[in-house]
């Protein structure tokens, strides 16, 4: 049983950042002007959002709540990883994922008071629409699911 992280932990994550980084550079330069460009038309675009929320914009201008919220979030992660076999690939790729993904935000909430969104999926038929979202917020809900299915599949998490 290993109690730290491997090497792949620290290389997802620090890839997972570069390419959130990255995206959102471009994002800002190229569409910020422009607002929204059709990719899909009715389905999918990449429009310009500048979330001050957390998940799905929820707590918009609600700076103190979102600050107390992901602080008490950060010190249930590190309970619950203060436990976790590090051993194998498995919790290295999926920790790295889930934790350059918070970082990106993060990085983004404390550099610009806001994180950059550009993802927009929507169906305009039938007037659904998810709420825009970036490469983190991606690759943190990848990471959530892959714990999530492994926890209903048996796979000990831990």
Not at 73 to 78: N, Q, R
């Amino acid at each position: 049983m290993s109690k730290w992280p491997g090497i792949s932990f620290y290389v997802t994550m620090a890839l997972v950042v570069a390419l959130d980084q990255a995206t959102k550079a471009w994002a800002t330069a190229w569409l910020e002007p422009v607002r929204c460009f059709s990719l899909v038309p009715d389905f999918f675009s990449l429009s310009y959002v500048e979330n001050t929320g957390i998940a799905f914009g929820m707590f918009a201008h609600e700076e103190w709540l979102v600050a107390v919220f992901l602080v008490a979030l950060a010190l249930v992660a590190i309970y619950y990883l203060r436990g976790m076999n590090w051993a194998g690939w498995e919790p290295n790729l999926v920790g790295g994922m889930l934790c350059g993904g918070a970082l990106g935000n993060l990085l983004d909430r404390w550099r610009l008071g806001y994180v950059v969104d550009f993802f927009d999926a929507h169906i305009s038929a039938w007037q659904l629409s998810w709420p825009v979202f970036n490469v983190a917020d991606s690759l943190i809900c990848i990471a959530v699911g892959w714990i999530v299915l492994r926890q209903f599949s048996g796979g000990k998490g831990k």
